[in-house]
């Protein structure tokens, strides 16, 4: 069944017999509600006495809910507590919500949230309802629509109706647009999803947003010096890729590139995984779904600088064209790789897109975002991506951007004179993995990355790693989009973007040294 997101700013008249509602938000602001504010969704077969009966039986420990007509009608209040490390938002928590309590019919989610929060919110519904489905069960509707609808909670506990305007529910619409589409991407198997069918999708972006794709692939890579890209995909049937949207206004004055790790499925090439480990492998894309979803979004939001999604695309696939530990690649940055681990490979082709958007695109600010190391999920867990930077002020606007959008960050250390030397190697200018596994993980992959950059890069360099958040149970999450469009939402035109950015300002160029 095909399901339709509808965001609309204020509460439409319906009858929940024949369109269920859930509302849902904290239980302090639920409780500002009367039974007037909501008659317009619950009536007539909710009473204001069933209403305030159930907000008096709501414990949330740490949810909770309370059905109020069947199970057509249920108001559902989110987490008291909220730490520091958190979002304000609850969004994890919205999406579980959602995700238990909805009908799978026309119906409509009533969020009820701080204007600070409205944002986050909006993306974690969207997060709960994935695009991908190849069941066959027969019975039931072909497709529905979920009506998403806000009550908006100001500082003085007022409570506001229409508090967005007509654009700001269009970037929305456009913002989940892009978490469902990079979540679709994600949940799609290699069978479906392999280089060419991630390249159509990107041609349906590029056509909605009347850009040309550029497409260097298969041995165009090799002849051009792309080795990490091509090491790592020649051995699959659908050759490898390098793609880039470009999005360049009049009277831009930065560049900026965001490079996504696009590896549609990974087997570990010749240091093949086992047989537990490989099952989940076609999410090994997620980085480069991310930035395409979120190019999507920031472009539709006006986006007022260059901007370049640089994709990197490739299955890392066993044959006899296979990469073999012991071989020796030379990278789009002219530096030497000897290959001491095949499943190391995300490093590789991310640094050929790093480097690309240096030297041939000029970028001012490169961000590069992957599912990159197995560590990444015992360093920072399942809920927060790790944020590896040159610049303290773009850790702390990435950290801050997390908690806007919900999809959370947490920092790791950025130290390359003490982890480097991990990947020592006595016979080229590096090895891909590092000596010590037990030695900053997370941060050392990242630093394989900045290597080929640069050290002394003079812009800013910003690596999210997101190998566990990419995900939550067998389902993509989509995350990355909203992060993505929070963090650089002040380059935009849209009013809610540039509401929802982090505010710490950006610093000039400098050098950064070892």
Not at 137 to 154: C, L, M, P, W, Y
Not at 343 to 358: C, H, P, Q, T
Not at 465 to 494: I, K, Q, W
């Amino acid at each position: 069944m095909v399901i339709k997101i509808s965001f609309n700013a204020t509460l439409l008249k319906t009858d929940p017999h024949e369109h269920p509602v859930l509302i849902i938000g904290q239980l302090q602001h639920l409780q500002l509600l009367s039974y007037e504010d909501v008659r317009v969704k619950l009536e007539p077969r909710v009473t204001a006495d069933t209403w305030a009966n159930a907000l008096a039986c709501l414990h949330p420990s740490p949810t909770d809910t309370c059905p109020l007509y069947l199970d057509l009608a249920t108001v559902a209040a989110l987490p008291t507590k909220c730490s520091r490390h958190n979002t304000s938002s609850r969004a994890h928590s919205v999406t579980k919500l959602v995700s238990g309590n909805v009908t799978g019919v026309n119906e409509t989610v009533v969020l009820v949230c701080e204007k600070r929060d409205l944002f986050a919110s909006a993306c974690a519904v969207a997060r709960a309802f994935p695009l991908f489905s190849r069941k066959n069960r027969r019975g039931g509707a072909e497709s529905s629509t979920v009506n998403v609808e806000f009550i908006v909670v100001d500082s003085g506990d007022r409570i506001i109706f229409n508090s967005l305007l007509p654009s700001e529910i269009a970037c929305i619409e456009n913002v989940a647009r892009g978490i469902r589409l990079a979540a679709k991407i994600v949940d799609t198997p290699c069978n479906e999803m392999n280089v060419t069918h991630f390249l159509e999708e990107v041609n349906i972006v590029a056509g909605e947003l009347g850009i040309t794709p550029l497409i260097v692939r298969g041995e165009e890579l090799n002849s051009r010096g792309f080795g990490g890209i091509y090491g790592v995909g020649k051995a699959a049937t659908a050759p490898p890729a390098l793609c880039v949207l470009s999005h360049q206004p009049v009277g831009a004055t930065k560049t900026i590139a965001w490079v996504g790790k696009g590896i549609v499925f990974d087997t570990g090439g010749l240091s093949i995984k086992g047989k537990t480990a490989m099952p989940g492998m076609k999410r090994d894309c997620g980085g480069a779904a991310a930035i395409l979803g979120a190019f999507y979004a920031a472009v539709r939001g006006g986006f007022t600088e260059n901007l370049h999604a640089v994709l990197c695309l490739a299955e890392n696939s066993v044959g006899p064209n296979a990469t073999r530990p012991d071989d020796i690649h030379q990278l789009y940055s002219g530096l030497t790789v000897e290959i001491n681990n095949t499943d190391a490979e995300g490093r590789l082709v991310l640094s050929d897109g790093v480097v690309y958007a240096k030297k041939d695109l000029k970028a001012d600010v490169i961000l590069d975002m992957a599912t990159l190391t197995g560590a990444q999920g015992i360093a920072t867990g399942k809920y927060h991506g790790a944020i590896l930077t040159n610049s303290d002020v773009w850790e702390q606007k990435g950290i801050d951007a997390g908690r806007i959008s919900g999809d959370l960050l947490s920092p790791v250390p950025y130290c390359p004179e003490l982890h480097f030397s991990e990947f020592s190697s006595s016979v080229a200018d590096m090895k891909n993995s590092v000596a010590d596994r037990n030695n900053a993980q997370v941060s050392c992959a990242g630093l394989f990355i900045a290597a080929h950059l640069g050290f002394d890069y003079a812009g800013s360099w910003i690596h999210i790693d997101m190998a566990s958040p990419v995900h939550s149970g067998e389902r993509a999450t989509g995350y990355g989009v909203a992060l993505l469009c929070s963090l650089f939402g002040n380059y935009t035109t849209c009013s809610l973007l540039q509401q929802f950015a982090p505010s710490v300002a950006e610093p000039p160029l400098k050098k950064v040294c070892l």
